[in-house]
């Protein structure tokens, strides 16, 4: 929703009923989480504010994250099963070309019409929105908060309300202190490259690189992962990483772990970067564009936390369990949260929780084990719940049960054979502790296994839940079954 000059005018105008106007919860950035807890909070009966100094609403999840991405990649997955027509028994796509000006049009028909229902959302829910950047002023005082606006056009006002929720988001980290441009490129400057790069060095192999990597060398790209840490994906199961790193060395990916980024050079036709190889030997390497995807810092800086008793742990801001920092009647919520992934379903779902408390209503807060990880790379990985290191690092006894997409019939009428189901269970009670998939649709099989874990299932109870046939969720029941080692299709 970019904001008209009418809606910039409309907005002058309401200025000084704003002024007047003391709202129930004001909330300060308009991603999934800040978006999210304003439609639950107006829901609820709340009377709330949602300040964004962008031209849009959304946050980086709707414009340069979360649907982009997965716009490309769908378009990508195309591209792969068109690679293959012939054996599918579709002759005549052998002269198909890559038209990336439809391909980037069409990604940004999916934004611009998510975005437009998110206006419409606001307006459906009564939720006023500011246009301006927010500050956070200090305590209450009397009850009641004061935001600082700064309009764009540098004018300043003040919003009140009981509560507030800092909702800001976060930036791509960059290195070296290079800042982005048409060959350095963080995400925003990925997602809209004027053509399909012919060679693309990713540094960082989390979910932001991964995914990069797999949406360009499905179109062509020469691409290079370059990754600090020992191996890919570190957060996920070691043999998530190991199955990813075996299929992305199939797809062509040349692959570079506990490799230390010494230095990022331009030269006249690209860029060259040179690394620390894991045997201590200093490797070089020259692309059209490298894509720095080394995590993302939490934009809290210019925010006002320094007038208030929030606390700050690393850069991220410590909450209880509905969000609430230290400053009474301040909430924090999305990816300037310390100890959780940065999510938008996390932020999301905080935000509903952060709303709900302060409409005085029974509420469930975010447990760290019950959240999907899910990323879309191709193969696609979905997990929730403890690893299996984690698990013994815990001093858990656990049984381990894992079952191959090669043995589910739906994997072969999909054509789409790596990876398999991991389930981490607890020896004496079968309690289901943790579910790593990769494979194919794994971000959406993970699903099951948030509300199985939401539930406390168990193997014994799981072996014994019908799962449809030819279906790949069936993967699920197989591995269930694994666990006792008793899967029928291995
Ligand atoms: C390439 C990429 C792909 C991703 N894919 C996925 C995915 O598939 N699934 C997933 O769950 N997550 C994904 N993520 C992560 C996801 O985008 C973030 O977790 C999510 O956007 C965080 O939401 P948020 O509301 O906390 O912040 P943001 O989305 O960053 O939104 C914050 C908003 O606050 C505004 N703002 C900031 N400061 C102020 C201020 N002082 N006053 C007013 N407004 C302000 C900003 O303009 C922005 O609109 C991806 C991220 C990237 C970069």
């Not at 990925?190 to 989390?206: C, D, E, F, H, Y």
């Not at 013994?392 to 009428?413: H, M, T, Y």
């Not at 279906?471 to 079954?481: G, I, N, R, V």
Request: with cysteine; glycine share 12%; net charge neutral.
């Amino acid at each position: 929703m970019a904001w008209s000059s009418r809606e910039h005018q409309e907005r002058a105008g309401t200025e000084s009923a704003l002024a007047e106007t003391i709202f129930d919860v004001a909330i300060i950035g308009s991603g999934p989480a800040g978006y999210t807890a304003a439609i639950r909070a107006g829901q609820l009966g709340l009377k709330v504010a949602l300040i964004e100094s962008a031209n849009v609403l959304g946050g980086t999840c709707l414009h340069v994250g979360c649907i982009p991405t997965k716009a490309l990649l769908f378009n990508a997955e195309l591209w792969d099963h068109l690679k293959h027509a012939a054996e599918y028994g579709i002759d005549g796509v052998d002269g198909r070309a890559l038209n990336w000006d439809a391909v980037q049009k069409r990604k940004t028909e999916i934004v611009d019409k998510h975005t437009k229902g998110l206006g419409f959302l606001m307006k459906k829910n009564k939720v006023t929105v500011i246009s301006g950047y927010g500050r956070l002023t200090g305590g209450a005082k009397n009850g009641i908060h004061t935001v600082a606006l700064t309009g764009a056009d540098g004018a300043k006002s003040e919003v009140k309300a009981k509560n507030i929720i800092l909702a800001t988001g976060s930036d791509a980290k960059t290195i070296f202190g290079l800042k982005p441009d048409d060959r350095v490129l963080t995400n925003i400057e990925m997602l809209s490259v004027p053509q399909v790069p012919k060679s693309l060095i990713v540094i960082g192999a989390g979910a932001v690189g991964v995914e990069f990597s797999s949406i360009f060398r499905s179109f062509g790209t020469e691409v290079t992962l370059v990754e600090f840490l020992p191996r890919i994906m570190p957060l996920e199961d070691e043999e998530i990483s190991k199955e990813l790193t075996r299929v992305f060395k199939k797809r062509g990916i040349d692959m570079n772990t506990g490799a230390k980024v010494d230095k990022i050079e331009k030269t006249e036709n690209g860029v060259k970067v040179t690394w620390t190889g894991a045997n201590g030997k200093p490797v070089e390497k020259e692309a059209e564009k490298v894509l720095v995807a080394v995590g993302r810092a939490p934009r809290i800086a210019d925010v006002g936390i320094e007038k208030t008793r929030i606390e700050v742990d690393r850069g991220f801001v410590k909450v209880h369990e509905a969000g609430e920092t230290a400053e009474a009647g301040i909430y924090a919520i999305g990816d300037i949260v310390a100890g959780f992934p940065q999510l938008a379903h996390v932020g999301a779902m905080s935000g509903i929780v952060a709303v709900t408390k302060i409409a005085g209503r029974p509420y469930r807060g975010v447990k760290r084990e019950r959240i999907p990880a899910c990323t879309y790379c191709d193969p696609q990985i979905g997990s929730a719940g403890l690893t299996e290191a984690q698990a013994k690092e815990r001093g858990l006894e656990v049984k381990v049960g894992k079952f191959p997409f090669a043995g589910n019939s739906k994997a072969s009428i999909v054509g789409s054979h790596d990876g398999f189901v991991k389930i981490v269970a607890d020896a004496k009670y079968g309690e289901i502790l943790g579910v790593h998939i990769i494979g194919p649709q794994a971000t959406e099989l993970i699903a099951e296994a948030v509300a199985v874990m939401e539930l406390e299932g168990t193997i014994d109870e799981l072996m014994f839940t019908i799962h449809a046939h030819p279906t790949l969720s069936e993967a699920m029941l197989d591995a269930y079954a694994a666990v006792e080692g008793k899967a029928i299709n291995a």
